[in-house]
């Protein structure tokens, strides 16, 4: 039986998932930027947004920092996470941050199919996580997907462009979204654009902890 298709994102309390794009995001991770305003400003609100997940003992072991860590709900719903995954589908802005910026060892261990107009060979990783680049459609990046996922689920892993673009062609079961007490005022809002005449959701759950709120949610045609 296949899986789910689905897709998980923190989420600022005012709809943002990214903060405003720096100046040259190319060169976010470039050592002569560093000292930007900009970059400086991206980074650290990028961090808050995500600051729910640094110190839960799910995210140390899987980019093996150390023994320890916080369990709980939020770890909970993080090992949930990634274990329920198969395989993953993400853009190609998200996979040229990512390559820049994951460990040796990408955090996915499991085949990623990149949707790009790129021609690439496949580029493995250690520690079981391959990219596959696909160039003819989001449909056929999760074909391939399922594929390779089995009766594991396949997660939309980003940017918000491509989530976007999967729930506006029916393509996703169920999203989660983990809302994060900040506010950015501008950045990614993750349904600019979204098609509401076609899209109908239906609450699965909403559980709070200590430090954000995780919302999840049924996806149906309307």
Do not use: C
Not at 45 to 51: A, I, K, N, S, V
Not at 56 to 69: D, M, V, W
Request: hydrophobic share 40%; no cysteine; aromatic share 10%.
């Amino acid at each position: 039986m296949a899986g789910k298709v689905f897709f998980s994102v923190s989420m600022s309390l005012d709809g943002f998932i990214a903060p405003e794009p720096v100046p040259a995001q190319d060169e976010l991770f470039a050592p002569h930027r560093q000292d930007d305003p900009d970059v400086r400003r991206w980074m650290a609100q990028w961090t808050e947004l995500q600051q729910w997940i640094f110190p839960l003992r799910f995210f140390r072991e899987n980019l093996k920092l150390g023994e320890g860590g916080e369990e709980g709900l939020d770890n909970d719903v993080a090992r949930e996470t990634f274990e329920r995954t198969g395989a993953s589908v993400m853009g190609k802005r998200m996979f040229d941050l990512g390559e820049q910026s994951w460990p040796q060892e990408a955090p996915f261990h499991t085949p990623v199919f990149v949707v790009t107009h790129t021609k690439r060979d496949p580029w493995e990783r250690p520690g079981n996580t391959t990219f596959h680049f696909v160039n003819d459609g989001i449909e056929h990046a999760l074909d391939q997907a399922r594929a390779a996922a089995g009766d594991r689920d396949v997660r939309i892993a980003g940017g918000g462009t491509t989530i976007l673009e999967y729930l506006n062609a029916g393509l996703v079961d169920e999203f989660s979204i983990t809302l994060s007490p900040v506010l950015f005022g501008a950045g990614t809002r993750l349904f600019d654009g979204v098609d509401a005449s076609r899209v109908a959701l239906e609450p699965v759950r909403s559980e709070p902890s200590s430090r954000v709120t995780h919302l999840t949610y049924a996806v149906h045609p309307r």
